[in-house]
């Protein structure tokens, strides 16, 4: 039984942490670990403010020097993406933020979504990146548009279809493993929007007439012109967010 596996089916609380501290005391903090024993901590357990150190270990991992580390390999990639999505989603910032703050939130905001993508880009299909991309949008729908998204890309972009796009692949993905709860999620979640849709003109034709596959196309395209876009951006380090950032997310 490999280490995630023994996270993974831990009897309880005080059996993961005796797991994860005789790792950490081993190897220091490896992403990919922290973000299993946080999402395990937060969706087994329920146990927020004990996951919450964990997905902030995992974000912290995104520095200058570790940039193209973490966009090389495809584990990094889901491990810190999906830490910084679920401390957007599940936590709030404190309130003494100042404009310094509000870039470092874009910032944030952006090295999720590119981390997501590039994850989502290098295996074809991966519903919990799906699903945690779709809920980042959703949160963050409008820095993502006016902050991150270059001006001439996010021009007369309707954003809602990749809400409907990654929702229904995180749904036809998460049918294959029979996660119920999310597949139920998901699909709720492709239906509202799509309606939401429905009437909007998209590539000169109203929603209703595209079927959830072709949205979930239209969607994959127009992220991969995007990630290419940020790509070298991210990698020159101008998503870059500081510790005093993730310290005010509580």
Not at 9 to 20: F, G, K, R
Not at 47 to 54: G, T
């Amino acid at each position: 039984m490999n280490i995630f596996e023994m996270i993974y089916t831990t009897p309880n609380v005080v059996a993961l942490e005796y797991i994860y501290n005789n790792f950490f005391a081993e190897f220091g903090c490896v992403p990919q670990i922290e973000h299993t024993v946080g999402d395990v901590l937060l969706n087994r357990f329920d146990r927020k403010d004990d996951a919450l150190i964990h997905f902030k270990n995992s974000a912290l991992y995104c520095e200058r020097d570790t940039l193209k580390k973490i966009y090389s390999d495809i584990d990094l990639c889901t491990a810190v993406g999906c830490s910084q999505t679920d401390l957007l989603k599940y936590y709030e910032f404190t309130e003494d933020l100042d404009s310094t703050d509000e870039q470092f939130i874009r910032n944030l905001i952006g090295s999720s979504y590119i981390l997501l993508s590039r994850s989502i880009n290098l295996t074809g299909k991966y519903s919990v990146c799906l699903h945690h991309r779709a809920d980042l949008i959703s949160d963050w729908i409008k820095i993502f548009i006016d902050k991150v998204i270059p001006l001439d890309i996010s021009f007369g972009l309707n954003p809602y279809v990749f809400l409907v796009g990654d929702y229904f692949g995180a749904y036809k993905y998460y049918l294959d493993s029979g996660e119920v709860p999310q597949i139920d999620y998901c699909l709720s979640e492709t239906q509202k929007w799509y309606d939401w849709i429905g009437d909007l003109t998209i590539q000169g034709k109203e929603g209703f007439d595209y079927s959830y596959d072709q949205l979930f196309e239209i969607s994959e395209k127009r992220h991969t012109k995007i990630l290419k876009n940020l790509e070298p951006d991210f990698l020159n380090g101008d998503f870059l967010y500081n510790n005093d950032i993730i310290n005010k997310i509580n």
